[in-house]
């Protein structure tokens, strides 16, 4: 079993800046995917971006050059950092891992994009 702890969220003006942080209680190196979803209100929860256990990445195309995941093994930590924000990315923005046993969720971190 893993908890997972998102932080970093906030208000931040168009065109702003943040990176959200998601802290494991365990080692995450062999957890096969990690990702970042996000929901808005009235909308459904959509992947936002994803990391494999080897490091490989996919986007939403929403967010493509605008975001990075990444993730930092020895701090069993995975990052988001997100630039260029638009109002459309607010949201509150959840951290998932999959084991392929189970899948995990935070209790996610609410992101603003208003001015």
């Known amino acids: 079993q893993v908890q997972l702890v998102e932080s970093g969220g906030g208000l931040v003006q168009p065109g702003g800046s943040l990176r959200l942080s998601c802290a494991a209680s365990?080692?995450?190196?062999?957890?096969?995917?990690m990702g970042w979803f996000r929901q808005a209100p009235g909308k459904q929860r959509e992947l936002v971006a994803s990391i494999t256990s080897d490091g490989g990445t996919n986007y939403a195309g929403s967010v493509k050059g605008r975001f990075t995941i990444s993730k930092d093994n020895a701090k069993n930590t995975v990052y988001l950092q997100m630039s260029s924000l638009k109002p459309e990315d607010t949201a509150v923005y959840y951290c998932?891992?999959?084991?392929?046993?189970?899948?995990?969720w935070g209790q996610g971190t609410q992101v603003t994009v208003s001015s």
């Open positions: 998932n891992a999959d084991d392929l046993d189970y899948t995990y």
């Open positions: 365990r080692t995450i190196f062999n957890i096969y995917l």
